[in-house]
């Protein structure tokens, strides 16, 4: 595994392999030691054109807890607004001698583009990229999932799994899709189908345009944020029809199964895709997803960056040569 | 292929070890043994039994995984990771005795005091091996030793353990008969 840019470059055990490493560090973490020297040296950038809170302080916490340098490079207030295209970008990063870039893009794509012209030699991890999708955040939830209702940390055969909301805009749920399937679960699309992209019923989940219809068979329910930011047109006829009609609310939260968990991949819309009774019931793991999130990007940059990677095996190469 | 050590000669050896930790640390109430994955582990739980049946004392026992402090990570594809478990108790203040099949270059022990020191401040670190087979890279030395075999650094060593391979044997490979 050189890069991850989507969750389709993983098997079913290259996906096992990223959460039960995630499972030691977070161990690890629990305990007293807090930081390895284990990427000492590394140069990981985080290259974001997007505005992120949790994505970005999650990569970078991961990798100074592994002991990486890290640099920040946000598109505001550098050369990319003074027009700056991503190839010389990543020559730039290439000179500085980057191990990991981290890329979230506006553009569905990017990463890809980055990582297939090998502008840089280093890994090139997928941060979020337009409307296409968002790895590492599905690689957190799967955790989570596991962690609750898979204590035995097998796969994931035999829940089953709502994504409910903004299915059209989300590289949350299009990754999460591909990833609970991969692990065996069961998914069902919640949406009104204006939110349902094209092509959805080849995603191979089932599709239901009824919170209240499915809910109660849920092991976990996982709502995502409407994005009014990505809403140039009218979706729904109004926030209030929307909440009444898919939000998480007390009652829903009731009707659930007794050991089904609430997720979000946040930042929340508190009153619109979720009430705060939902929030903050006890079947919310929304913050630990956060911790979690630590967790499983230390396992992904330790097993991109940890080992012996393509620069390394290069100069390895010019010496004997 | 030889064999070194067979079943009873491990038993014998293991049970040695066992005798000499609780002379060396007056008994176990402070001890706390510690196996480096994946056969450093096995060995530390036998000598736990062994304890346990010479002074009726359940000793300390956990696994310290070491990878995550090699010095040598770089130079292949990565590892993967073990759990590391240890007492309730914290390591604080005890005689730590890390446990490993095989010491030969001393790196392995370097990077476990390394993760030590990330986890506490023990009051002594000893060092339990089944086999010593020489090649030190480093000035590190252990304490409790069950054999000591010459070996060729081509050759290599191979500690079977009943719990993970089936049987209890110590083999060298690669010697030319």
């Known amino acids: 595994m050189r890069d991850l840019l989507s969750i389709n470059d993983l098997t079913k055990d290259d996906a096992l392999e990223i959460l039960d490493t995630a499972v030691h560090l977070s161990d690890l973490s629990d305990s007293s030691s807090r930081k390895f020297p284990t990427l000492r040296g590394r140069t990981v950038v985080n290259l974001f054109f997007e505005d992120s809170t949790r994505t970005r302080i999650s990569f970078e916490a991961a990798a100074k807890r592994l002991s990486a340098d890290v640099i920040n490079f946000s598109a505001k207030g550098s050369s990319v607004s003074k027009g700056e295209s991503l190839k010389d970008t990543a020559l730039t990063l290439q000179a500085m001698g980057a191990d990991a870039v981290i890329i979230r893009h506006g553009s569905s794509g990017a990463p890809a583009q980055l990582a297939r012209k090998r502008w840089i030699d280093g890994a090139v991890i997928n941060a979020g990229d337009g409307t296409h999708e968002h790895p590492t955040q599905a690689l957190l939830d799967a955790f989570t999932i596991r962690r609750h209702l898979r204590k035995d940390l097998g796969d994931l055969a035999g829940l089953k799994i709502a994504v409910v909301g903004d299915v059209l805009h989300s590289r949350v749920a299009r990754s999460n899709v591909l990833l609970l399937q991969k692990l065996g679960a069961a998914v069902v699309l919640v949406a009104p189908p204006t939110l349902l992209p094209v092509g959805v019923e080849h995603w191979g989940a089932q599709v239901s345009f009824a919170i209240d219809e499915v809910i109660a068979e849920c092991d976990a329910v996982m709502m995502l944020r409407v994005q009014k930011e990505r809403m140039e047109d009218l979706f729904f006829p109004s926030e209030r029809e929307y909440a009444r009609n898919f939000g998480l609310n007390a009652a829903r939260i009731a009707a659930m199964k007794e050991s089904a968990i609430v997720m979000h991949p946040g930042p929340m819309n508190r009153g619109l895709e979720i009430t705060a009774e939902g929030a903050d019931s006890k079947r919310s793991v929304i913050v630990e997803q956060v911790a979690n999130g630590v967790s499983v990007r230390m396992a992904v940059l330790y097993l991109l960056i940890g080992g012996a990677t393509s620069r390394d095996l290069a100069v390895q190469i010019g010496e004997q040569s | ?177």
């Open chain 2, 1 to 177: 292929m030889s064999v070194v050590l067979n079943a009873a000669e491990i038993a014998r050896a293991l049970r040695r070890i066992a005798h000499e930790i609780l002379e060396k640390n007056h008994g176990s109430s402070e001890v706390i043994l510690l196996g480096i994955p994946t056969r450093g582990v096995v060995i530390a739980q036998r000598l736990a039994q062994e304890i346990l049946g010479i002074e009726n004392a359940e000793v300390a026992l956990g696994t310290l995984d070491i990878t995550m402090y090699r010095d040598d990570l770089r130079m292949r594809a990565p590892r993967p990771l073990t759990p590391t478990q240890l007492p309730k108790t914290g390591i604080d203040a005890k005689h730590v005795v890390l446990v490993d099949d095989v010491f030969f270059s001393g790196r392995t022990v370097r990077a476990a005091l390394d993760a030590l020191n990330e986890l506490g401040r023990p009051k002594t670190v000893q060092l339990a091996v089944l086999i010593d087979r020489g090649h030190r890279e480093l000035p590190i030395r252990a304490d409790f030793v069950g054999k000591n075999i010459p070996t060729a650094k081509t050759e290599s060593v191979k500690v079977n353990l009943s719990e993970i391979d089936g049987s209890d044997e110590v083999k060298i490979e690669g010697r030319s008969m």
